[in-house]
C-alpha cells in the first residue's frame, strides 16, 4: 500500500526556522508532484506548495511565499518544506500529498486533485 509519512514538527520561537521532510513507502516519490497542505482547527484547508514530479516547478501560497520553500534531493526519495521566518499564524498541522494526476512539469494546490495523504505533523509557533 502506498503510504506518504511527515517529519520534523515540532515547537519553534517566531522568526526562526524549521524543516519538514516527505516520503513514501509502496511507490516512487519520483513519479509523483507533491503538494504541502495545513489545516487549523476551525479554518479552511490551505495548500501551502507543491512541486512537479519532475522538480522544475514549484506553486507557493501567498502566505508564505518568499519564506518557505519546496525541494526534492538529488535522488528525488524526499520532498522537503523549508520553513523560514516563522510565525504564530504559521502554526497548524501540515500535510503531504501525492498525485500523478499533473504533467511532469505541473502542479496545483488544490486538495481534492491528491490521492495519498501523509498522517500529518504538527508545527507551533509560539514565544
Known amino acids: 500500500q502506498t503510504q506518504l509519512v511527515e517529519s520534523g514538527g515540532g515547537l519553534v520561537q517566531p522568526g526562526r526556522s524549521l524543516g519538514l521532510s516527505c516520503a513514501m513507502s509502496?511507490?516512487?516519490?519520483?513519479?509523483?508532484?507533491i503538494g504541502w497542505f495545513r489545516q487549523t482547527p476551525g479554518k479552511e484547508r490551505e495548500g501551502v506548495a507543491c512541486?512537479?514530479?519532475?522538480?522544475?516547478?514549484?506553486n507557493t501560497a501567498d502566505s508564505v511565499r518568499g519564506r518557505f520553500t519546496i525541494f526534492r534531493d538529488s535522488a528525488k526519495t524526499t520532498v522537503y518544506l523549508q520553513m523560514h521566518s516563522l510565525q504564530p499564524e504559521d502554526t497548524a498541522a501540515y500535510y503531504c500529498?501525492?498525485?500523478?494526476?499533473?504533467?511532469?512539469?505541473?502542479?496545483?494546490?488544490?486538495?481534492?486533485?491528491?490521492?495519498?495523504w501523509g498522517q500529518g505533523t504538527q508545527v507551533t509557533v509560539s514565544s
Open positions: 500529498a501525492a498525485t500523478r494526476k499533473f504533467h511532469r512539469g505541473n502542479c496545483r494546490r488544490h486538495e481534492e486533485e491528491y490521492d495519498y
Open positions: 509502496g511507490s516512487n516519490l519520483q513519479n509523483y508532484a
Open positions: 512541486i512537479s514530479s519532475s522538480g522544475g516547478y514549484t
